[in-house]
């Protein structure tokens, strides 16, 4: 009889419960307790709902969760539950408040993640609501339009730091568990929701306005901390000043983490970005958090405190975060740099469109270069045309008046019509209905700049001869240079030994422009005997990349210096993804004379990088190394079957393609198929089936 009456009660839930539209979610407060060993969360949740129609059914979004009513004696509810929803019914009254409660439990199968580190005994957690539904940790709803305030305390091992959406209130200790207590003032939608839980150290600095600002990293990145935030401040306190809108929220904390699933992610007043951007000052110049940062930053704005409705209008998240990321770099960088990333954001556009690849900006579910790029574009056009003063009124017009609330891209276009008294029915077309990318509007607008004609210019001289064009080559390697038009000269000589050729190129190594002597690493890969010695300076440039590229190049070219070669870099390890080491590991294995001795220390090393304590990016450097060597250990081939699982799907996908390649090889495949045994049954499987073929 029980399992009827479930049947029953499932049912008549169902017809009432599609829509939670007559029911407006104010606040949820939580007192959470996390399990590291275990990969699980639990509390219990106390949600504030007004209920804006009489009604008997109010959901939650809860995946595979175990729901328990919390006990109350007083509720005038009940509680129920599938593996997508929690219900609460009973007679609930138009205009009234209602407080619900209840208990669960989740060991998360997405959207939070559980991550081993090479630090101390502790790994990292952190989640990801956007994409991955929050509703797979914390009973929310997955609806971006509903928002409310989140009060979250979360109690975990007294190791990690714990941090959260919001502002710290409380550190409670007790047990060797510390519980972290957080609060927010002005509610947001659920995707936003964020934990991010390690080993950390931080610093603190402030925005021009008061807003605390703390920015974290492990600890083992601590002499990191300056170039990986640098211009945090500035970006911070442009963009208050740009957008003209006070930044939303109380405080603003951000935080690196390992395998994090993208470049990074605008949780509400906490951004949570991927380990990939932590450099020292070398670094900074090639790779470096700049962009991130203000993207992410911008989002507080665009997305978190006006949020689209729905998929056909995210370019008022992307396009927006974009764009006042580009200007905020413009800042920094320069209009050069500006100018440049238009140019060749406009190409990648136009390439697409020519192909019949074009998309509508209102289109939902669109390409990200779509709402990222073109949105980008579309914002730039639509501020040359009304005016940046305007512009700026009507964005803050937008934000002030849909704060906190649901928007759609008329909303934002009505505001600009109003502060313009334009008309904006070619934009509409051109820019937000139009497959096709408006390319010619955006060539108009490009040549308006100083710098893009004598690019244009030059790249118009690709197809040329170089007898043809060498004098005006010449002209843009004159000191001093413009770093990009230089480069896009230097490109053009293409390998050439000609007098012409090499007489062009020591003016370029004489730039004294890094980037310009980096684009000649990166091209010239035949080296002339002439510039040999200019070439082998290459090597003492602050650039990793510029580093990896003369390395390489002056191994395969000079055989007889490769010893000469090893010993300069030996002891530099280039980018967070180690890829300097890494190459020089290889190099220094395959260079006989060098060191022959530490053959064996310089394999394990190597070898050693595949482990799953290291990131992707050094995971996936070491396992390419591995293969152009041509010798893999026991240990190699299992962490490479088990990050055929991995959860970063561009890795899993890397890892499976490796994995197939060796199998194709008899000794490989029997060296595989000796670890059998050793395997997960998950893998297990999935090598007989890959071995069947
Ligand atoms: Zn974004």
């Known amino acids: 009889m029980r399992a009827l009456f479930f049947l029953v009660l499932l049912v008549s839930i169902n017809a009432f419960a599609q829509s939670n539209l007559h029911v407006d979610f104010i606040q949820a407060d939580a007192d959470l307790s996390l399990s590291v060993s275990e990969k699980s969360i639990s509390g219990d949740v106390i949600y504030q709902v007004e209920i804006l129609q009489r009604t008997d059914t109010v959901y939650l979004d809860a995946i595979d969760m175990n729901i328990k009513p919390c006990e109350d004696e007083q509720a005038n509810y009940s509680v129920s539950s599938s593996n997508k929803k929690i219900f609460f019914t009973g007679d609930f009254q138009k205009g009234k408040t209602y407080s619900f409660c209840i208990n669960y439990e989740a060991t998360p199968q997405q959207a939070m993640y559980f991550v081993p580190t090479t630090s101390k005994k502790i790994g990292q957690v952190w989640t990801q609501g956007q994409g991955k539904y929050t509703s797979h940790w914390f009973p929310s709803l997955d609806d971006q339009n509903q928002k409310m305030i989140f009060n ?17 209130q409380n550190k409670a200790e007790s047990n060797e568990r510390i519980k972290w207590t957080y609060t927010m003032k002005k509610p947001m939608s659920s995707y936003l929701l ?32 300056e170039p990986t935030y640098r211009h945090t401040k500035e970006i911070f306190d442009f963009l208050e000043e740009e957008i003209g809108v006070a930044y939303p929220w109380e405080d603003f904390k951000q935080v690196a983490v390992k395998d994090f699933l993208y470049a990074g992610m605008e949780n509400t007043g906490l951004t949570i970005f991927s380990e990939q951007f932590v450099t020292d000052s070398v670094g900074f110049k090639d790779l470096n958090y700049l962009n991130v940062n203000a993207h992410e930053l911008a989002h507080q704005w665009f997305g978190n405190m006006v949020t689209a409705t729905k998929s056909e209008h995210h370019w008022l998240h992307e396009g927006f975060a974009t764009y006042y990321a580009l200007l905020a770099e413009r800042e920094i960088l320069g209009e050069e740099y500006f100018y440049f990333q ?41 501020r040359e045309k009304v005016g940046p003063s305007n512009f700026k009124e009507a964005v803050k017009n937008y934000l002030e008046k849909y704060a906190y609330k649901n928007v759609e891209t008329e909303d934002f276009l009505i505001e600009v019509e109003e502060v313009s008294k334009m008309d904006l029915i070619d934009f509409r077309l051109d820019w937000l209905r139009q497959v096709a990318f408006p390319a010619d509007q955006a060539l108009k607008s490009l040549r308006k700049s100083v710098f893009i004609p004598p690019l244009l210019e030059l790249i118009s001289l690709r197809e040329t001869d170089l007898l043809t064009k060498k004098d005006h080559l010449s002209k843009f390697m004159t000191y001093p240079v413009d770093d990009f038009h230089a480069s896009e000269a230097v490109s053009q000589l293409q390998n050439l030994d000609s007098p012409e050729a090499i007489r062009l190129y020591m003016k370029a190594f004489a730039s004294k422009s890094w980037r310009v002597r980096q684009s000649i690493a990166k091209t010239l890969n035949t080296i002339p005997n002439k510039l040999l010695e200019s070439y082998e300076g290459l090597l003492e440039d602050e650039s990793y990349l510029t580093k990896e590229n003369a390395l390489l190049h002056l191994w395969g070219n000079v055989p007889s210096k490769r010893s000469v070669y090893l010993e300069k870099i030996k002891g530099d390890f280039g980018f967070y993804d180690k890829e300097l080491r890494m190459l020089w590991l290889m190099l220094t294995l395959a260079t006989q004379d060098f060191e022959p001795e530490n053959t064996t220390s310089y394999f394990r090393e190597l070898s050693g990088y595949t482990k799953k304590t290291y990131p992707v990016e050094v995971r996936e450097n070491a396992f390419n190394y591995l293969y152009q060597l041509d010798t893999f250990t026991p240990d190699n081939y299992k962490d490479l079957i088990s990050s055929c699982f991995h959860y970063k799907w561009a890795y899993a996908k890397f890892s499976r393609a490796l994995l197939e390649e060796l199998l194709k090889d008899r000794t490989h495949e029997l060296n595989i198929s000796e670890l059998k045994n050793e395997l997960l049954t998950k893998e297990k499987e999935y090598l007989s089936n890959l071995m069947k073929d």
């Open 342 to 382: 238009l140019y060749q954001w406009a190409e990648a556009l136009k390439a697409e469109s020519d192909k019949g690849k074009g998309e509508a900006l209102l289109k939902s579910n669109a390409s990200s270069l779509t709402y990222y790029q073109k949105g980008a574009w579309a914002l730039h056009i639509l």
């Open 152 to 168: 979250l305390a979360i109690e975990a091992p007294s190791d990690y730091y714990v941090l959260s959406n919001g502002v710290l």
């Open 194 to 225: 964020a934990l991010a839980l390690g080993d950390f150290t931080s610093q603190e600095i402030e925005s021009s306005s008061g807003i605390p600002i703390q920015l974290f990293l492990d600890k083992k990145y601590e002499t990191n901390m």
